[in-house]
Structure formats: structure tokens, C-alpha cells
């Protein structure tokens, strides 16, 4: 069964740095999001992307992230300079066509950790 | 305000039991769905339940909905030992297409 990828598993950023986080969606999905969840907490919404473009974002994707289809296959989440509240799992995922009703396909995360 | 909460926090059970997990939530919605995330992993999609539908099966789970009460139950029967998870309620409301998960409910099944 086709499966979303997230690479790198675990990265280990010192604060301030850059840091890319990636993801490869199903191939025939229309629809890529980025999740968070903090340890402990809630699986938060990030971000959702459509058409090349963000369609909705959260409070918490303030200035500092972006995201980027930089071709096509690929979904990056980018924060510009970490903080240590950024530390978290970051999941991507995707779904087919129309967002509404479809069921989301999940990686297994990256989980970051800001020193 | 805070959306899909689940409870209980935790439930541990012997395996073949049948495990029970509440979600309520506090806006109207389009439909509604349980994920399994179990450690380390990512959440894998169970099952979905359109705002108006009132009861769906898939296989061993069963999952109820009350747009009165605000609020979903999912029911696993004759649990194993893999079913050892945590089990997120996840809300989509009006036109966007974010999921908002609430804190999950962790089952432990003892074999």
C-alpha cells in the first residue's frame, strides 16, 4: 500500500539554525498538511496545501515556516530559526481529492529536537 | 476552545474484552474520525463518520456518532493484544480540511 515517507526520522538542531523537514505524499494525492505534536499534547494542525498553494494555516505557522512543493514529489516544511518550543514530532500528510470526507494519510514523522 | 476530548485518558483490558472510547466536541462538524497511533508511529485512518450518519462498522470496530450530544464512541470488540494504541478522535468542520485531534485516549490490551 502506498505509504507517505518523512525524512529524517530524528534531527537535532542547535536554536536559531534552519532546519528543512521533508516528505514524499502518496503520488496521486492532491492535498499535503503538516501536523505537530508536542510530547504529551495534542496532534496540532499546521498547515494545509493545495494547488500550490497554503489553503489554511494555524496560529501556530506564524512567519518563521513555510512550506514548499519544490517539485513533484516533494513537501518540505521549513522553519527559519528554531526555537526550543519547536522541538516536537512534525507529521505530514496527504489525501486524494476533495479534502473534505477523505480520510488523511499519515507518515511516521520527524521528530525534532532543538538544543 | 477545545475540540475532541476524549476520555478515558487511559483504559487498560485483558484481551477478548471489548474496549470503549468517548469523544465530544464543541462545533458543528462535517464528519468525524478515529485515528491509531501506535508508539513511535505515525496515526493510521480507522474510520470516518459523516455528520449525518448516526452508527458505521468496520470490521472488529464500531463507531457511533450524536450530533445532539456532541459526541462519538468507539467500540473495539474481542481486543488483542495488538490493538495496544493510542486512539485520537480527529473533528473536520465548515469548509477547511484540518483535522483538530483531541488528546487520545490510551489502550493497553493484556494478553
Known amino acids: 500500500e502506498p505509504e507517505v515517507t518523512q525524512t529524517p526520522s530524528h534531527q537535532v538542531t542547535q536554536m536559531g539554525q534552519e532546519v528543512i523537514l521533508r516528505c514524499v505524499p502518496i503520488s496521486n494525492h492532491l492535498y499535503f498538511y503538516w501536523y505537530r505534536q508536542i510530547l504529551g499534547q495534542k496532534v496540532e494542525f499546521l498547515v494545509s496545501?493545495?494547488?500550490?498553494?497554503?489553503?489554511?494555516k494555524s496560529e501556530i505557522f506564524d512567519d518563521q515556516f513555510s512550506v514548499e512543493r519544490p517539485d513533484g514529489s516533494n513537501f518540505t516544511l521549513k522553519i527559519r530559526s528554531t526555537k526550543l518550543e519547536d522541538s516536537a514530532m512534525y507529521f505530514c500528510?496527504?489525501?486524494?481529492?476533495?479534502?473534505?470526507?477523505?480520510?488523511?494519510?499519515f507518515g511516521d514523522g520527524t521528530r525534532l529536537s532543538i538544543l | 476552545s477545545q475540540q475532541g476530548e476524549e476520555d478515558p485518558q487511559a483504559l487498560s483490558i485483558q484481551e477478548g474484552e471489548n474496549a470503549t472510547m468517548n469523544c465530544s466536541y464543541k462545533t458543528s462538524i462535517n464528519n468525524l474520525q478515529w485515528y491509531r497511533q501506535n508508539s513511535g508511529r505515525g496515526l493510521v485512518h480507522l474510520i470516518l463518520i459523516r455528520s449525518n450518519e448516526r452508527e458505521k462498522h468496520s470490521g472488529r470496530l464500531r463507531v457511533t456518532l450524536d450530533t445532539s450530544k456532541k459526541s462519538s464512541s468507539l467500540l473495539i470488540t474481542a481486543s488483542r493484544a495488538a490493538d495496544t494504541a493510542s486512539y485520537f478522535c480527529a473533528t473536520e468542520t465548515g469548509y477547511g480540511n484540518k483535522l483538530v485531534f483531541g488528546a487520545g485516549t490510551i489502550l493497553r490490551v493484556k494478553s
Open positions: 500528510a496527504s489525501s486524494p481529492n476533495s479534502p473534505s470526507g477523505q480520510p488523511q494519510h
Open positions: 496545501f493545495y494547488n500550490n498553494e497554503i489553503s489554511e
